[in-house]
């Protein structure tokens, strides 16, 4: 009786992690769960969504800010911009795929939306969990490590009614910051700001030319171009969601190689509301 006991509360337990797992994210709230409800399911990495049906309007007034908050972007796909070996063929994207943690969405992020008298909407961003390290591979075997971020992105909109609506987009440039630190020591033990000037092993030919790029380390800012668009709205709660594609600089291990450009494509949800 003991053992029937133990296996009928095993399977109630993996009866209730599927049903965390395969229900709608729309039907839950990761504010309304525990952490024991949310661990090992996958949910933290979810973006909440909106209903299909939604197609509601957020009026804007003319000379009044607002705010963008608890912005969630989720990375879906990925691709990287390879050149081709056929000169007469321009550059193509190819998909990758992650192979670090599942820790890959921004959450919690949030900004102003300023409003110009011709209808176009700026958002600027200011804070929120803005950056996550990813390194995704491609079919070859090759990883690109890089810094899935929006910091500083403020993204426009057309000129048009002033009012968010399923057919609002939002686009503009954001900063990339380098993927590893000053303190970040490479296997040779160089840093910027720590560590040997150059590898210790080759010190008489540390200033040839194809060895200096290595071996001053240096850390510098990338840049990146979003679009979100937007394809549902809440006008009741004033929440959004849509889409969102990302063009973005990787890494180049502190200056010693040249940076890939890393193509992010996902969903999106925030709440807008007048700034107080």
């Known amino acids: 009786m003991r053992y029937r006991a133990l296996i009928v509360t095993f399977f109630a337990f993996c009866l209730a992690v599927l049903t965390a797992c395969s229900t709608p994210a729309n039907s839950l709230s990761r504010d309304q769960l525990t952490y024991d409800q949310i661990v090992n399911t ?23 800010n607002y705010r963008l908050t608890s912005l969630c972007v989720e990375p879906q796909e990925y691709f990287v911009k390879e050149e081709s070996t056929n000169k007469r063929k321009e550059a193509e994207y190819i998909p990758a795929k992650v192979v670090t943690r599942e820790t890959s969405s921004l959450d919690q992020v949030s900004g102003t939306i300023a409003v110009a008298d011709n209808g176009v909407l700026t958002f600027t961003e200011e804070d929120g969990i803005d950056f996550q390290a990813i390194t995704i591979q491609l079919p070859g075997g090759d990883q690109v490590p890089f810094l899935f971020t929006i910091k500083e992105l403020v993204a426009n909109t057309k000129p048009g009614p002033l009012e968010i609506n399923s057919s609002t987009d939002f686009s503009g440039k954001f900063k990339v910051p380098s993927y590893r630190g000053a303190v970040f020591l490479d296997p040779k033990a160089r840093g910027t700001a720590s560590g040997y000037d150059n590898a210790v092993a080759l010190p008489a030919g540390s200033d040839a030319v194809e060895l200096n790029r290595a071996n001053v380390k240096q850390i510098s800012a990338g840049s990146g171009e ?7 709205v ?23 190689e040249d940076p890939e450009i890393v193509k992010i494509q996902g969903i999106f949800y925030g709440r807008v509301a007048p700034k107080a």
């Open 42 to 64: 996958g949910l933290a990495n979810v973006c909440p969504q909106l209903g299909e049906t939604l197609r509601g309007t957020i009026p804007i007034e003319a000379g009044k």
């Open 226 to 232: 979003m679009s979100l668009k937007i394809t549902k």
């Open 234 to 256: 809440d006008q009741e709660t004033g929440e959004i969601a849509g889409v969102f594609e990302s063009e973005q600089t990787s890494a180049t291990d502190l200056g010693a």
